[in-house]
């Protein structure tokens, strides 16, 4: 079959839409979001007007219930994005209990795969997903069935920093093909590669001066948390780069005291010249991570932190400072969603050269 382009994409954990935005930029069509996150469809509502969104649990969505959708992508190939929450499978420690039942939102999205066997299939999700099984697991499972169904694929943990990321972000990202052999786009940035790794200051030191607690009149999303005295007093004690550690005794918190070694990025400054640590879901919280702005006495605006995801000024993010938050940590970031979206459309076109080569077109 001679598939017309542009890929149509139906994102099943879409959160605000990261991997959507990136998916976008090298010309998809996203033809259907999904998620339970009110918060995250409202963002992803005014994001991607007119878009198909389901704001259900998947596990309430019936696999015939998107046939209509696509049967209106025939002629073009179609991707399945399955990017599921990650705190299951994250080694941080959180308050989800060990059998948490997100861990069967991969077995939820297989039964879509499996019921429409569509073309492509992309997967991002923290390292770790695939050894939570002792073989009988939701990523075996998953593996056991790209096989069956005779897909193409490949998984591994990589770098988000090695495509242009400007944050230290490992993640695992499986892609599939049913139309052939397909690999990982290659690495751009890096020690070994032409161009260095993309730095906080590539990326948002244009940003205009605010103080904590403040909103910018005119960027969007440009709003920091407010910090409590003593907060502030932390944080301008602390130059760039730096940490807790620089803190004057009468500052230490109790739970710090006696030379504790742990948790040294906690109300730590971002450096400039360097990629950002990953972001979480507290991203714009001083005392959850180095998210203190290099320079500026507060934590990174909300702002900050979807440029640091690579999201443009342009994605506007909607809900309360939490919320917003949550958002841009679950988010796959827009730059490498984009890097692996050229990539499957640059695999269709070459599979279908060859094709066309060979005479089986």
């Known amino acids: 079959m001679k598939y017309q382009l542009p890929v149509k994409v139906f994102d099943f954990f879409s959160g605000c839409g990261g991997t959507c935005r990136g998916f976008l930029n090298v010309g998809m069509h996203i033809v259907s979001g999904l998620d339970n996150d009110p918060d995250a469809g409202r963002t992803f509502k005014q994001n991607f007007p007119g ?133 990982f786009p290659k690495q751009t940035h890096g020690p070994s590669y032409c161009s260095k790794y993309s730095t906080v200051r590539d990326w948002i030191a244009d940003l205009p001066p605010i103080h904590a607690g403040e909103t910018h009149p005119i960027v969007p999303n440009h709003r ?67 998210f203190g702005h290099p320079e500026q006495n507060r934590a990174i605006s909300v702002r900050e932190a979807a440029r640091l995801q690579t999201f443009p000024n342009s994605f506007i993010f909607t809900g309360s400072l939490n919320a917003m938050a949550r958002q841009i940590g679950n988010a796959v970031p827009v730059l490498l969603a984009e890097r692996f979206g050229r990539n499957f459309v640059q695999h269709l076109i070459d599979v279908q050269g060859e094709r066309t080569a060979s005479g089986k077109v």
């Open 51 to 183: 878009t198909h969104f389901i704001q259900e649990d998947i596990k309430s969505v019936q696999c015939e219930s998107l046939q209509p959708l696509v049967d209106d992508c025939r002629g073009h190939p179609i991707l399945f994005s399955g990017c599921a929450p990650c705190q299951p499978f994250t080694k941080q420690k959180t308050s989800h209990r060990a059998d948490d039942n997100r861990q069967t939102l991969l077995n939820e999205f297989l039964r879509f795969v499996k019921f429409y066997e569509v073309e492509f299939i992309f997967i991002e999700n923290v390292p770790g997903l695939q050894r939570i099984d002792n073989g009988d697991g939701p990523f075996r499972m998953l593996i056991s069935t790209l096989d069956k169904l005779r897909y193409k694929y490949k998984f591994e943990v990589i770098a988000s920093q090695s495509y242009g990321v400007p944050q230290m972000r490992r993640r695992l990202v499986l892609i599939a093909s049913r139309l052939g052999d397909i690999d």
């Open 224 to 290: 920091a948390a407010a910090l409590s005295p003593i907060n502030l007093k932390r944080i301008q004690s602390v130059k760039v780069g730096e940490d807790r550690r620089s803190w004057p005794e009468p500052l230490t918190l109790n739970c710090h005291a006696n030379g504790y070694p742990g948790h040294t990025d906690v109300y730590g400054r971002m450096r400039w010249d360097a990629p950002a640590t990953g972001l979480t879901t507290r991203c714009i919280s001083l005392s959850n991570g180095r």
